[in-house]
């Protein structure tokens, strides 16, 4: 069983900056893939950024230039810089272990994190 554990949310001001983590417990975390998802009130689990193995990054439109991943794979973590934070940033965000590109699409792994809240208001 694959745990993933994250840390970093929390409440922050219009044009802050949080930095997420997310913890693996597996000893092949540095041949695999890692990715954040991030789900708003009434809205749909979207993708946020993914990580591949050789440190090739992917990003939502609507992060890019704001949100930074990397991965430490010493420390068996990822992680999710996100800087110039908007309201439409809340949402809770989880990790993702071994998302999958199939076609133009980046399909989640089976095994998520608990999830990390992100609240962005005044």
């Known amino acids: 069983q694959v745990q993933l554990v994250e840390s970093g949310g929390g409440l922050v001001q219009p044009g802050g900056s949080l930095r997420l983590s997310c913890v693996r417990s597996t000893t092949i975390f540095s041949i695999t893939a890692m990715g954040w998802y991030r789900r708003a009130p009434g809205k749909e689990r979207e993708l946020v950024a993914v990580?591949?193995?050789?440190?090739?990054?992917n990003y939502a439109e609507s992060v890019k230039g704001r949100f930074t991943i990397s991965r430490d794979n010493a420390k068996n973590t990822v992680y999710l810089q996100m800087n110039s934070l908007k309201p439409e940033d809340t949402a809770v965000y989880y990790c993702?272990?071994?998302?999958?590109?199939?076609?133009?699409?980046?399909?989640?792994?089976?095994?998520w994190g608990q999830g990390t809240q992100v609240t962005v208001s005044s």
């Open positions: 990580i591949t193995s050789s440190g090739s990054t």
């Open positions: 993702n272990a071994q998302p999958r590109l199939i076609g133009w699409r980046w399909v989640p792994g089976v095994n």
